[in-house]
């Protein structure tokens, strides 16, 4: 039996195709119990069945969040949103969306650090 190992993704920044309106979070979806998760594992967390490749809309609801700052920096706002398909994600809040749990955001994008933002 030939067995391949399992190597961690290097990169474990949610991935993300198209841009605007047409922005989508890449991910994975179970083909057996059709939970989905932004992480590309082989195998479903929950059931341990095979995982598809899937989109993911960039819309959501807050669930939690926080500032982060050092120094005289302002900080930067972080929050978990929890997205209409389902996975839960870290984004960055963009200037002016509200500090509020339950707010609907939308992901707008990537940070020049490729990290998320989201905006109301």
Known sequence: M?????????DPRVRVAGE????????VRCAGCGLAAVEPVLRCGACGGDTEPTSLRPNGNVWSWTVVGVGPDRGTAFAYVDLDDGPRVLVRLGEGTPRVVGTRVRVRGTTPDGDLEAGA
């Open 2 to 10: 030939d067995v391949q190992p399992v190597v961690a993704e290097p």
């Open 20 to 27: 605007g309106d047409g922005l989508l979070l890449l991910g």
